[in-house]
């Protein structure tokens, strides 16, 4: 070899050792924090991983880059114990979940922002005294039952035999029980007298 040639190939290996100094130096620079998916943050400016809440596809807790996705977990469809317990909810969104009282009940007051099963106690709501005593208007009684409330009439009152149970006053059907007797009467004398015509 002659010396031109050495000073070629020494050219050479420092230009090939500068260059993999600088791609080296690139992949430290190389900060993560720009291309992690949505929803997942870089660590040590070199792998991605999800927010809580959220899970990658592949189930990787780190991944390079773009590689991956960070999928929302629905808290309340994961196998397990129920979130929420008893008269309560689970509803889920985006990085986690929380639990609201089911209709006809109510959270213990000041603990209305509960996300977990032991954050509060939800009570039934008496209606009767929510909505108030005429809830089912004249002659009848409101009854509370959890989570709602019935209407009957009062005694000595009969409702039509498809709403001995209602709710509202809209709904009430209560009639004297005499007053029915006599337009049940009327109404079979009117049969009757009809019949008797044709
Ligand atoms: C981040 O750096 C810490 C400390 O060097 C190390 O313990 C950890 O394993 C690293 N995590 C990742 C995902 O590289
Ligand atoms: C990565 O970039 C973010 C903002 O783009 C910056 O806050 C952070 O300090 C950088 N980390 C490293 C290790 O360079
Ligand atoms: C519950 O949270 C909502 C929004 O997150 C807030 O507007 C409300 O005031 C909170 N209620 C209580 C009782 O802390
Ligand atoms: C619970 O989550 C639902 C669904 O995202 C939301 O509409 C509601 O405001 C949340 N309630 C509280 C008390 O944070
Ligand atoms: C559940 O909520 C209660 C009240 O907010 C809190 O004290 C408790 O640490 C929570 N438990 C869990 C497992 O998150
Ligand atoms: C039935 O309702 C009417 C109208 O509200 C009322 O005048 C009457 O006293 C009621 N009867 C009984 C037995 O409560
Ligand atoms: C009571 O009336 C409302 C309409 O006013 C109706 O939607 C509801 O189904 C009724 N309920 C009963 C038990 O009759």
């Not at 773009?66 to 969104?93: H, I, L």
């Not at 089912?136 to 709403?163: E, F, L, M």
Request: negative net charge.
């Amino acid at each position: 070899m002659d010396r031109a040639r050495r000073l070629l190939l020494l050219g050479l290996c420092l230009a090939l050792g500068l260059w993999g100094v600088m791609v080296h130096a690139e992949g430290i620079r190389e900060n993560c924090t720009e291309i992690c998916p949505e929803n997942s943050f870089c660590v040590n400016a070199t792998h991605c991983t999800c927010q809580s809440g959220f899970k990658s596809l592949t189930e990787a807790l780190y991944f390079l880059g773009d590689s991956d996705v960070c999928d929302d977990v629905n808290e309340c469809t994961v196998p397990g114990p129920p979130k929420c317990d008893s008269n309560k909810q689970c509803n889920n969104f985006p990085g986690g979940f929380n639990c609201t009282c089911i209709l006809g009940f109510t959270a213990e007051p000041g603990k209305e922002n509960f996300t977990n099963t032991s954050g509060t106690v939800c009570q039934d709501i008496d209606e009767c005294v929510t909505l108030g005593h005429d809830v089912c208007g004249p002659n009848a009684t409101c009854i509370n039952i959890p989570g709602s409330y019935n209407c009957v009439c009062a005694v000595g009152y009969q409702a039509d035999p498809s709403k001995e149970n209602f709710m509202g006053s809209n709904n009430n059907t209560c009639q004297d029980v005499d007053e029915r007797c006599c337009c049940a009467l009327l109404a079979s004398l009117k049969l009757q007298l009809f019949g008797a015509f044709y």
